[in-house]
């Protein structure tokens, strides 16, 4: 006879605690089998065996995989094809349930969709749960019941309708695991990866980390960010536990948690945005698209000092402090005129706190073309960010201490690359009017 289990699949949601679909499947009266699926088809397309979003999760999961042994169970966990593995553990186990957290992201979305009507052919039911934001899908809507394309409204509506029983802990247990010894977990050789520079560490959020974050968000030199995004990114830590903190301490960070969801149900109701403008006129825009200077942008050798530590750091530790995010990413589309798409890429190949509706509506509103986006004349001027952000040059000394040696060698001067895109733009919006 094979065991009766309930399975809850860990995807976006490395925690124990507070964690909704878990606390539902943990409710039932059957013993809960928790797994994490490695999807071949997703690791297969990551193009460096160096990857510290792999090396995070893998690191995240020994730390879950040691506090579900304490409690006499594991976590199982597999690599391969997300089908097949579900087909595998229906031959090992007598499966009643699958419970989940919910994704929204397309690829997601449809592989979820996938999944639960293979299961429904096992008699098998699944069950996904709101768990990595405060509101999801339609929840946050216009009167008329549209998505808002906006953000402030989206941000009074999203405060409006907050009560308390939205940032609540979901319950937690100790009981209802499924009692077995402890599984191996594969490990990264296996999965075709590499160790990195990362070492994981339990993230947590006290009310001091941001207490001043309005007053010192905007400095890259103070490092004075949560750097909590790969933590959210991975479900390590809980939303509701954020927001409860943020109200409690921070109006401003509560201010860039509700711009990530507001990203994320944009991403929801508009999946045209992955690889298209949120606004169709702006794929008129005629990108120069120079490989060369591409190359120099991504190495950190375009001669613009605070462009160039931005570049160097993110390619060095996988994080850019998000002024300098901004900075670069206008520096690109605006005085590079190269395709947001390009950078858009590569900051998804390097960023440890990747996330694809942030990253996405952040790199459209850098190059003017997404929703609530800055306009396109809205150009940074690197220099005039650099006397305004790190005056001492303290962040450009820490990450590009040869700066001044290539000051003389800069790829495009600011003034008529300025001209130069607000010259191009205009012709693009012009061509789609007519």
Not at 105 to 126: M, S, Y
Not at 170 to 198: H, M, N
Not at 310 to 317: A, C, D, I, K, S
Not at 374 to 397: M, V
Request: with cysteine; hydrophobic share 35%; net charge neutral.
């Amino acid at each position: 006879m094979k065991d009766k289990i309930n399975i809850f699949w860990f995807r976006r949601d490395l925690r124990l605690e507070d964690n909704v679909g878990l606390s539902k499947a943990l409710a039932q009266d059957i013993p809960v089998v928790p797994i994490f699926l490695f999807d071949q088809e997703i690791l297969s397309k990551l193009p460096n065996t160096k990857d510290i979003r792999v090396d995070y999760i893998h690191q995240a999961l020994q730390s879950l995989q040691g506090k579900l042994e304490e409690l006499g169970s594991s976590l199982h966990v597999y690599h391969g094809n997300v089908e097949e593995i579900f087909e595998l553990l229906i031959q090992k186990f007598d499966v009643q349930a699958v419970f989940c957290n919910r994704d929204y992201e397309p690829l997601a979305i449809a592989r979820d969709n996938r999944v639960q009507k293979w299961l429904a052919k096992e008699d098998v039911t699944f069950s996904a749960f709101k768990d990595q934001v405060i509101f999801e899908k339609g929840e946050i809507l216009k009167n008329d019941g549209t998505p808002y394309t906006v953000y402030t409204p989206y941000a009074k509506k999203w405060r409006a309708a907050l009560e308390r029983k939205h940032y609540t802990a979901a319950p937690s247990t100790l009981d209802g695991y499924y009692q077995t010894k402890k599984k191996s977990i594969p490990s990264l050789k296996t999965l075709g990866f590499e160790k990195t520079v990362l070492n994981y560490e339990t993230p947590s959020l006290t009310p001091g980390m941001i207490d001043d974050y309005d007053q010192h968000r905007d400095f890259p030199a103070e490092d004075r960010t949560t750097r909590l995004g790969v933590a959210l990114r991975f479900g390590t830590i809980s939303v509701r536990e954020c927001v409860k903190t943020a109200l409690k301490n921070n109006d401003t960070w509560l201010s860039e948690l509700i711009w990530r969801e507001f990203f994320m149900q944009i991403l929801f109701h508009f999946p045209h945005v992955v690889d298209t403008s949120f606004k169709s006129s702006y794929d008129n825009i005629r990108w120069r698209n120079n490989e060369k200077e591409f190359e120099k942008w991504r190495k950190g050798e375009t001669g613009y000092p605070i462009v160039d530590a931005g570049m160097r750091q993110l390619n060095e530790t996988g994080f850019m402090h998000n002024r300098v995010r901004m900075v670069v990413a206008s520096f690109l589309c605006k005085h590079l005129l190269i395709d947001w798409r390009w950078g858009e890429a590569y900051f998804a190949e390097k960023l440890l706190d990747y996330e694809l509706s942030s990253n996405n509506g952040n790199w459209q509103w850098a190059a003017g073309c997404g929703c609530d986006a800055a306009p396109y004349f809205r150009i940074f001027n690197p220099d005039a960010q650099t006397k305004r952000f790190d005056k001492d040059l303290k962040y450009i000394k820490r990450w590009n201490p040869h700066y001044a040696d290539r000051l003389e060698t800069a790829i495009v001067d600011h003034k008529q690359a300025r001209e130069r895109a607000l010259n191009t733009y205009k012709e693009a919006l012009n061509d789609a009017r007519s």
